[in-house]
DNA sequence: CAACTCACG
DNA sequence: ACGTACGTGAGTTGG
C-alpha cells in the first residue's frame, strides 16, 4: 500500500487570498467569482500534483474564539468583509464539496486549529502532511513530515516551507516562529507584541535565548537600555501575544483522518459548478470523466426525397462557417410534432416541396438565426417567409449582454444542454473540417429540436418583461429587411479605389522619407514601441502621457507635441494616410465581391445598447471628417450608373431623446424653437446672449453636450477640451443648474438602475448593469455612466431601427424602385433613379422623423448625389 | 492574442 | 483618493 498523503487547506485565508491576488471577475449573472476561481486554480493544480489520498478544508467558524476570552480585541479592527467576497463563499462550499473533498468548521476555533491537530494526528500515523495557506502563521506546524505551502502572489505559485526553509529564512525553529509573534505581534490579527519589537529585534533575541521565556529568564544578556525598558513593561503581553499566535493541536474534532479520504471530483457536479460561475476555460481544460454522450439521445431521419413538411415547425439551416454570404449551405434540419427529420443541400435544391415550404408565408416558422438563414438562401434563390420565432434575437433582447451566435451557448442560456458546440463539431483553426454527413445531421437536428422545446418558454420570458413586442414587431421584422440589404449590397468602384491608392503610395513614401531624414535612422513607423524610442528617446521630446507598456504616441498627444519637432506634424500625416491606404483602399478592395459589391453583414445581436454593428467590412465607419478621407465615400456608387445616392440623417437625435426622456423644459424649448442646440447651451452655461457666443464658446459646449450623452465626468471632459479638471467641472455645474431636469433625470437613472439592476430604453430594451453596487470606484463608475448613457444611445437605436420598418413598408406601398442599403447609426442611405429622389426627398424625412413620436420633433437633414460622397 | 492606434456615430 | 468620457471594427506590431 503506497504512503498516506493528507492535504490540508485553509479555506478562508485562501479564499481571500485569491479574492485580493485576483483582478474582480464576474460571470453573466453578476456575481463575483475571483476568489472561487483563484480557489478553483490553485486546488486543481494542488491535486495534479501532490495526488493526495487524504484531503480536507478548514473554515473559520462565527465571529468569536476561545482566543477572544484571553484578549477580546483578537482580530479588532478589521475591515469588515467585502460583500464581493461574502458572496463568493457559498460557490466556494459547492465547490469543495464538488471536488469531494471535506470541509469541516468548529464553533470557537478557526481553521488552523482544525488544520493543527489533525496535522499532528497524522503524524503520529506516519502520514505524509501538506498544509495549504495564504497565512505565513501555519509555518508554525512544519515538521519533517509535515510541509506548509504557503500562496504567493498569483495564488497557484507557492513558497514551500520546511523546517530547513524556516530555518535559512529566519534562522529559527518552527516552534520558534510562535515566540517570534509574541514579541513583534500580529497587525493583521491585532495581536499586540511588544510595541518597538519588529522582525530583525525578535529574530535576534530568539536566536540567543531560544523562546520568549528565555528571553525574560535572560534580561541581564539583552543588549541595550531602551530595548530592555520595553521588554519589562510588556512582559505579560508577550506572553498573551505568544498565546494568541499558537495554533491548538488539540481541538475537540468531531471527526477523524478516517473521514478525510480523497477519491476525486464529483465530475457532473463539478460541471455544473463551472458552468453556473461561467468559468469557461477550466470547462475546456477538464477532462470530465463523464460519458461526453451526456446528451438524449435524439431520433431524427436524413431524407433523400421529400413528399410532406409540417405546417408550424423549427427550421435550422446548417452552414458551412460564419460567412454566410459567401458560405456553402449544408442541408436543413426541421423540427415538429411529426418529429425530426434533415435534408442535404442537394435535396434541398432539388426539392420544389422544400422550395415551396420554406418559401410560404403561411407556414409558421421558429429559426436560429433569421437573417443569415435569408441571406444565405438567397443566394441560391430559395426565399424564407414565414418566420415567428428567431432564438438569436429572443436571447439577445432577453440580455444584451450575453455573447455568441452559436446555438449550443445560445440554448444553454436557458439550461437546455443537448445541442453540441459548433466548435465541437467542426473543431476550430487549422483543424477545422466538415465531419461525416450523419455527424453534421446530428447537429443540425439537435438544433432544431432545440429551438422546437425551447420557443414557448423563451416567448413566455419576454411576455414577463414587456419586451415581446420589441422583439416580434422591431427586431424580428429588422432582421429580413437587413438581410435584404446586405444581399443587395452596395456598388464600390474598384477602380476608383486603385487610383487613389496609387497616389496615396506616392505620397506615403515622400512622407516616410521625411520621417526618416528627420529622425536621422529609418524604423518602423507603424511600430509605436519603436518611435517611441525615436521620439522621446533619441529626439528628447517631453512625454505627455505613457501607456501601460511605454510611451503613449496617440494622436492626442503628438498634437501637443506639433512645434516641438518637425517630424511631428509629418507623423500625423503619415498616420493618416496610411489608415486610408491600409483599411480603406486595401481593406475595402478585399472585400469586393464578384458582383462589384461589398455586402457587410450587420451584427443585430451583439451591442450592449441595441444599436447595430457591421462588419467585413464595417461600412458604419468610413471616413467623413478629414476631406483626404472623404474622399473614400466617392467609390461607393450607384448599382445601376444613371441611379443616385440618397442619404438621411438624424441631427442632434441623441439630444433630442435626452430632452425627451428628461423632460426639461428649457432643453425642450430649445429644440421645439429649432435652435442650435450647442449655441443654446453656450448662451446657459456662459450666460451670454446668442450674438455674443464666439466659436470656442460654441466648442466648448459641444463638448459638453456630448460629454452629457456619455455620463459625464470632469476628468473626460477636461482631457477632450484640453481643460482642468477644475475649469471642466465648472462647466458641468453650469451646464445642470441650466438644465435642472437633466440633473433629477441622471439621478434617477442610476437611482433605478442601482434598485433593479437594469436600465431601459423607450421601445423597453433591456441592458443589465451588474458592477452598479460595486464597492470598486472604477467599476461602480463605469457603471454609472452606462446606465446614464445607455437610455439614450438605445432609445435612438430603437428610434432608427423603427424608421427602418416603416421605410420598407412606405418604400414597398409607393411602389418605387429605390431600395435602402445602409444604416449607419443615425442616417439610411438608400439608391434610387433620378425620378424618384425627389420623392425620396419627401417621404424620407417625414418617415424618419414621425417613426416615434417624442416631446421634441425630430429633424431630418437629407442629400442626395451620384456618389456617397456627394450625397452630403 | 493582447496592445495600440484610429476610423465612425 | 480612486482614473474615465458612450458604443463599435480593423490593421499593425510583437510577445
Redesign the pocket.
Known amino acids: 500500500m503506497t504512503k498516506e498523503k493528507l492535504l490540508l487547506l485553509d479555506g478562508n485565508s485562501l479564499a481571500y487570498r485569491a479574492f485580493f491576488a485576483l483582478p474582480p471577475l464576474t460571470n453573466q449573472q453578476g456575481i463575483h467569482t475571483n476568489a472561487v476561481y483563484g480557489f478553483t486554480t490553485m486546488l486543481q493544480k494542488i491535486i495534479t500534483e501532490e495526488q493526495p489520498t487524504k484531503m480536507l478544508v478548514a473554515f473559520d467558524a462565527g465571529k468569536t474564539t476561545f482566543r477572544h476570552s484571553t484578549f477580546t480585541e483578537y482580530k479588532g479592527g478589521r475591515q469588515k468583509t467585502p460583500p464581493e467576497l461574502s458572496e463568493q463563499f457559498p460557490y466556494v462550499r459547492k465547490l469543495i464539496d464538488a471536488y469531494g473533498i471535506q470541509r469541516y468548521e468548529l464553533e470557537q476555533y478557526e481553521a488552523d486549529d482544525i488544520i493543527g491537530t489533525l496535522a499532528k494526528q497524522a503524524a503520529t500515523e506516519k502520514m505524509d502532511v501538506i498544509i495549504v495557506s495564504g497565512d505565513k502563521d501555519l509555518t508554525q506546524l512544519a515538521t519533517d513530515n509535515v510541509t506548509v505551502y504557503i500562496t504567493r502572489k498569483g495564488m497557484t505559485d507557492i513558497e514551500v516551507y520546511t523546517p530547513a526553509h524556516i530555518e535559512e529564512k529566519y534562522g529559527l525553529t518552527p516552534a520558534q516562529i510562535i515566540d517570534m509573534k509574541g514579541l513583534m505581534g500580529d497587525a493583521s490579527d491585532n495581536i499586540p507584541g511588544v510595541p518597538g519589537v519588529g522582525e530583525k529585534t525578535a529574530i535576534k533575541l530568539l536566536t540567543a535565548h531560544g523562546t520568549v521565556e528565555g528571553v525574560y529568564a535572560n534580561m541581564d544578556a539583552v543588549s541595550g537600555a531602551k530595548l530592555k525598558e520595553k521588554l519589562i513593561a510588556n512582559e505579560q503581553q508577550a506572553y498573551m501575544s505568544k498565546e494568541l499566535a499558537t495554533i491548538h493541536t488539540e481541538a475537540p474534532l468531531t471527526i477523524t483522518l478516517a473521514d478525510l479520504a480523497y477519491n476525486g471530483a464529483h465530475d457532473e457536479e463539478l460541471r455544473a459548478i463551472y458552468q453556473e460561475l461561467g468559468f469557461k476555460t477550466l470547462l475546456e481544460k477538464t477532462d470530465f470523466d463523464i460519458e461526453e454522450q451526456q446528451q438524449e439521445d435524439l431520433v431524427f431521419t436524413v431524407l433523400q426525397t421529400v413528399e410532406q413538411l409540417p405546417q408550424q415547425a423549427a427550421l435550422h439551416v446548417e452552414l458551412e462557417n460564419e460567412h454566410y454570404h459567401t458560405c456553402a449551405v449544408l442541408g436543413m434540419s426541421v423540427s415538429s410534432d411529426a418529429g425530426t427529420i434533415y435534408i442535404p443541400f442537394d435535396v434541398m435544391q432539388q426539392s420544389d416541396v422544400v422550395q415551396a415550404w420554406l418559401a410560404d408565408e403561411q407556414v409558421t416558422k421558429y429559426v436560429t438565426d433569421r437573417k443569415a438563414t435569408q441571406a444565405a438562401l438567397a443566394r441560391f434563390n430559395l426565399a424564407l417567409n414565414g418566420v415567428a420565432f428567431d432564438l438569436l434575437l429572443a436571447t439577445y433582447i432577453v440580455n444584451p449582454s450575453l455573447s455568441g451566435d452559436d446555438v449550443a451557448t445560445l440554448v444553454s442560456e436557458f439550461g437546455y444542454r443537448d445541442v453540441k458546440a459548433n466548435e465541437d463539431v467542426y473543431g476550430k483553426g487549422a483543424k477545422r473540417a466538415i465531419p461525416a454527413d450523419d455527424v453534421v445531421a446530428e447537429h443540425a437536428s439537435r438544433k432544431a429540436f432545440a429551438v422546437w422545446t425551447l420557443r414557448e418558454t423563451i416567448e413566455e420570458r419576454l411576455r414577463q418583461n414587456q419586451q415581446y413586442e420589441l422583439y416580434k414587431e422591431l427586431e424580428l421584422p429588422l432582421a429580413r429587411i437587413l438581410g435584404e440589404m446586405e444581399s443587395e449590397g452596395i456598388t464600390v468602384s474598384k477602380e476608383t479605389l486603385q487610383a487613389m491608392g496609387a497616389a496615396l503610395t506616392e505620397r506615403v513614401a515622400h512622407i516616410e522619407a521625411a520621417i526618416y531624414e528627420a529622425a536621422g535612422e529609418t524604423f518602423?513607423i507603424?511600430?509605436?514601441?519603436?518611435l517611441g524610442v525615436i521620439l522621446f528617446e533619441k529626439l528628447g521630446l517631453p512625454v505627455i502621457k505613457k501607456?501601460?507598456?511605454?510611451y503613449?504616441?496617440?494622436?492626442d498627444v503628438?498634437d501637443k507635441l506639433q512645434g516641438e519637432h518637425a517630424i511631428i506634424e509629418h507623423i500625423l500625416l503619415y498616420?493618416?494616410l496610411a489608415?486610408l491606404q491600409?483599411?480603406y483602399i486595401?481593406?475595402l478592395l478585399?472585400e469586393i465581391h464578384a458582383d462589384g459589391k461589398v455586402h457587410t453583414r450587420f451584427?443585430q445581436a451583439?451591442?450592449?445598447?441595441g444599436?447595430l454593428?457591421?462588419?467585413?467590412?464595417?461600412l458604419?465607419?468610413?471616413?467623413?471628417?478629414?476631406e483626404e478621407?472623404?474622399k473614400i465615400r466617392q467609390a461607393f456608387v450607384p448599382s445601376n450608373p444613371d441611379w443616385y445616392l440618397f442619404a438621411a440623417d438624424y441631427s442632434q437625435i441623441e439630444l433630442r431623446v435626452l430632452a425627451h426622456m428628461c423632460g426639461d423644459a428649457a432643453l425642450i424649448e430649445a429644440f421645439r424653437e429649432g435652435m442650435d442646440i450647442h449655441t443654446r447651451t453656450a448662451m446657459d452655461v456662459f450666460h451670454v446672449e446668442a450674438d455674443a457666443v464666439d466659436s470656442n464658446m460654441r466648442r466648448a459646449a459641444k463638448?459638453v453636450n456630448?460629454?452629457i450623452v456619455?455620463?459625464?465626468?470632469?476628468?473626460?471632459?477636461s482631457?477632450?477640451l484640453n481643460i482642468t479638471r477644475k475649469e471642466a467641472a465648472d462647466f458641468i455645474t453650469r451646464y445642470l443648474e441650466s438644465f435642472p431636469g437633466v440633473q433629477n433625470y441622471m439621478d434617477a437613472v442610476v437611482k433605478q438602475a442601482k434598485t433593479d439592476g437594469f436600465v431601459t430604453t423607450i421601445l423597453n430594451r433591456r441592458r443589465y448593469l451588474p458592477e452598479i453596487n460595486s464597492s470598486n470606484?472604477?467599476l461602480r463608475?463605469?457603471a454609472e455612466?452606462?446606465a446614464m448613457?445607455?437610455p439614450i444611445?438605445g432609445s435612438a437605436a430603437d428610434i432608427i431601427k423603427k424608421a427602418m420598418i416603416d421605410m420598407d413598408a412606405r418604400l414597398k406601398a409607393e411602389g418605387l424602385q429605390s431600395t435602402l442599403l445602409l444604416q449607419?447609426?443615425?442616417?439610411l442611405i438608400f439608391e434610387g433613379p433620378l425620378e424618384e429622389m425627389e420623392v425620396l426627398a419627401k417621404i424620407v424625412p417625414e418617415v424618419m422623423e414621425q417613426a416615434i413620436e417624442l416631446a421634441v420633433p425630430l429633424k431630418v437633414d437629407f442629400s442626395y448625389g451620384k456618389t456617397w460622397y456627394d450625397a452630403k
Open positions: 518602423n507603424n511600430s509605436p514601441k519603436q501607456t501601460k507598456t511605454g503613449s504616441t496617440a494622436a503628438l498616420r493618416q489608415k491600409s483599411t486595401e481593406g478585399k451584427q451583439l451591442t450592449s445598447t444599436r454593428s457591421s462588419i467585413e467590412p464595417n458604419q465607419n468610413i471616413p467623413i471628417r478629414l478621407g472623404r463638448a456630448f460629454g456619455y455620463g459625464i465626468s470632469d476628468y473626460g471632459l482631457q477632450n470606484f472604477n463608475s463605469f455612466r452606462t448613457n445607455t444611445q449607419v447609426h443615425d442616417e
